[in-house]
């Protein structure tokens, strides 16, 4: 394994004077070395350093240094910790290794010894870290696999029924934009983006007749319409990784007055981006062709929805979801005419 450069940060904890500067001598030739005395200081400067090693003195005035040990055990931290002791007792051994110390050296030490610890304990920190990349990676690999595939379900859905081409791409993109402007973080945007994306992916499971009927369904076709919702559900579950989509693909068609289906919720037992959902499905399918009705300019699409508050829609949350649609409809207006002058 390739030595790591000199960027390898070591942190130093030793209230002993002489140790710290010891050590700190014996690895600046080979890393960046940070010293502190206590482990109050150690958490301060921890984000700050960064270490990618740990030398830690067992035995401190203030604090114990097998506390610290715990502590960062507790939060899955995985950068390796030496413990450094002048007197080694079997029961702190014990302790050091049960908490997740990497070794133990005892004081007096010897320069080698040091350096071949820090060797050791970073070669194990850049494999672990390694392990890690190649994870994330499979799981990259994966999720690409599974978006490909996505994509050709979704186009075979499109394919059957051209009216609703595109549909869950643009519910998708408006989904984000939405949740991003509701201010929810990274993975509740990127849950709406996907959950979104795949969110009628059931309807493959519903007949062509059904699904491209030109009027209004009986009741028995919209029995089997409505099937989509669980059917959609049935294909995401086993996936990993789609787990928090799934209350997205299989309440997106329940209603705040609890007579949506599959399961009949009712206002805040429905998923909250089950909710935002319902409204950009609806706000797409109103503002598109369909087989039952011809498009609705963006004002009137608004109006119908709003008409549906506290039957369909969720209160409040629709109606800050409008105001949203109503901005980036207009930066698409904005968008458009910038291009048509362009083209001119
Ligand atoms: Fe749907």
Same mark, same amino acid.
């Given at each position: 394994m390739e030595q790591l450069t000199k960027s390898a940060n070591i942190l130093v904890i030793d209230d002993d004077l002489g140790v710290r500067e010891s050590l700190r001598i014996i690895l600046r030739d080979k890393y960046a070395v940070s010293i502190t005395s206590n482990i109050d200081e150690a958490l301060v400067s921890m984000d700050s350093i960064k270490p990618e090693m740990i030398f830690l003195d067992i035995k401190m005035p203030k604090s114990n240094g097998l506390d610290f040990l715990k502590q960062m055990r507790s939060a899955n931290s995985t950068i390796p910790v030496i413990m450094i002791t002048a007197h080694p007792s079997i029961e702190n051994t014990i302790t050091s290794l049960r908490n997740g110390a990497f070794d133990f050296i005892v004081k007096p030490f010897q320069p080698e010894e040091i350096l071949q610890v820090a060797e050791k304990a970073l070669h194990y920190s850049n494999e672990l870290w390694e392990r890690d990349m190649l994870v994330n990676n499979l799981r990259k690999a994966a999720q690409q696999h599974f978006f490909s595939t996505t994509e050709a379900l979704l186009q075979a859905i499109d394919a059957k029924d051209a009216y609703t081409a595109g549909h869950s791409k643009r519910v998708s993109e408006l989904s984000a934009f939405v949740a991003k402007e509701l201010d929810r973080n990274e993975s509740e945007i990127e849950v709406?983006?996907?959950?979104?994306?795949?969110?009628?992916? !059931?309807?493959?499971g519903v007949g062509d007749l059904v699904l491209t009927k030109p009027s209004y369904l009986t009741q028995e076709e919209f029995y089997l319409m409505k099937r989509h919702s669980e059917i959609g559900y049935k294909i995401i579950a086993p996936i990993k990784f789609m %787990?928090? =989509?799934?209350?997205?693909?299989?309440?997106?068609? %329940?209603?705040?007055? *609890?007579? !949506?289906?599959?399961? *009949?919720?009712? *206002?805040?037992?429905?998923?909250f981006e089950a909710s935002i959902l319902s409204i950009i499905d609806a706000y797409d399918a109103l503002t598109t062709d369909r087989h039952y009705h011809?498009?609705?300019?963006?004002?009137?699409? =608004? %109006?119908i929805i709003t008409q549906g508050i506290h039957t369909q829609f969720t209160p409040t949350l629709? %109606?800050?979801?409008?105001?949203?649609i109503q901005r980036y409809h207009e930066a698409g207006k904005q968008r458009e005419q910038r291009e048509e002058s362009l083209a001119h």
């Open positions: 709406l983006r996907y959950g979104a994306y795949l969110h009628d992916i !059931g309807k493959i %787990e928090k =989509c799934l209350p997205i693909v299989r309440h997106h068609h %329940e209603w705040y007055n *609890g007579k !949506g289906y599959p399961d *009949g919720l009712q *206002g805040s037992d429905i998923p011809k498009k609705y300019p963006h004002q009137k699409a =608004c %109006e629709t %109606e800050k979801v409008l105001a949203i």
